[in-house]
T-cell receptor, first 113, second 113 residues
Framework: NAGVTQTPKFQVLKTGQSMTLQCAQD?????MSWYRQDPGMGLRLIHY???????DQGEVPNGYNVSRSTTEDFPLRLLSAAPSQTSVYFC????????????FGEGSRLTVL | AQTVTQSQPEMSVQEAETVTLSCTYD???????LFWYKQPPSRQMILVIR??????QNATENRFSVNFQKAAKSFSLKISDSQLGDAAMYFC??????????FGKGTRLHILP
C-alpha cells in the first residue's frame, strides 16, 4: 500500500536551474496539494487541485507551477530555482468532500545554492 | 483569508503529566473542520485528532482530546499521561470551505523524563 509517493527525497540545485518534484498517490484521491515547510513558518500551501484538470493557488504560489493531467499525479515545477526556495516540500492528498484528513508523502528536501 | 495561530513555539512537560497546546483561528465561515497533526523527528505527518465545527462535543482519541470553543475560535489539544513518544512538532490546521487546508506555525513539544 504505497499511499503518497514523492520523488526525489533529496535534491541540490544551483540558482536558475529547473526541476520537477514528483508526487503520485494510489488512493484515487481527488484532492492533492503541495506544501513547503520552513523553520518557524509551519506548513504553507503552495498549490492545490480538486481534480484532474483543475488547479488553484495557495498561500505562496510564486515561483512554482503545477498541472494535474491525471488523478494520480501532481508534479510541482520550479522553473528557475532561487535560494529562497530551499525548503522541505510535502505532497498531500485526500478524498474530496470528506472530513478532510490529509495523507502526506515523506517529504522532499530541496537545497538551492 | 483564514488564519491559524499557535502562540507557543515550544513547550515542555514532565513524562506522565498533562499538557495543553493552544490554537486559535480566524474565520467567517460557520461550517469547517479543524485538525491536529503530529510531526515526529521522522518528518512524517500524522493525524492526531479532528473536530467538525457543527459538533459541539469535543473530540477524543485515547490520551488526546480537544477543547473546542467555537465562539472564541479556539481549538486546544490536551495530551494526558504524556509519553516520550509524544515528543514532536504539533500543527493545528483548518479546512476552509474552498477545500484549502491551512496550518499554524507549530508547537514543538519536549517530554522530560
Amino acid at each position: 500500500n504505497a499511499g503518497v509517493t514523492q520523488t526525489p527525497k533529496f535534491q541540490v540545485l544551483k540558482t536558475g536551474q529547473s526541476m520537477t518534484l514528483q508526487c503520485a498517490q494510489d488512493m484515487n484521491h481527488e484532492y492533492m496539494s503541495w506544501y513547503r515547510q520552513d523553520p518557524g513558518m509551519g506548513l504553507r500551501l503552495i498549490h492545490y487541485s480538486v481534480g484532474a484538470g483543475i488547479t488553484d493557488q495557495g498561500e505562496v504560489p510564486n515561483g512554482y507551477n503545477v498541472s494535474r493531467s491525471t488523478t494520480e499525479d501532481f508534479p510541482l515545477r520550479l522553473l528557475s530555482a532561487a535560494p529562497s526556495q530551499t525548503s522541505v516540500y510535502f505532497c498531500a492528498s485526500r478524498i474530496a468532500g470528506n472530513t478532510g484528513e490529509l495523507f502526506f508523502g515523506e517529504g522532499s528536501r530541496l537545497t538551492v545554492l | 483569508a483564514q488564519t491559524v495561530t499557535q502562540s507557543q513555539p515550544e513547550m515542555s512537560v514532565q513524562e506522565a503529566e498533562t499538557v495543553t497546546l493552544s490554537c486559535t483561528y480566524d474565520t467567517s465561515e460557520s461550517d469547517y473542520y479543524l485538525f491536529w497533526y503530529k510531526q515526529p523527528p521522522s518528518r512524517q505527518m500524522i493525524l492526531v485528532i479532528r473536530q467538525e465545527a457543527y459538533k459541539q462535543q469535543n473530540a477524543t482519541e485515547n490520551r488526546f482530546s480537544v477543547n473546542f470553543q467555537k465562539a472564541a475560535k479556539s481549538f486546544s489539544l490536551k495530551i494526558s499521561d504524556s509519553q516520550l513518544g509524544d515528543a514532536a512538532m504539533y500543527f493545528c490546521a483548518y479546512r476552509q470551505i474552498d477545500d484549502k487546508i491551512i496550518f499554524g506555525k507549530g508547537t514543538r513539544l519536549h517530554i522530560l523524563p
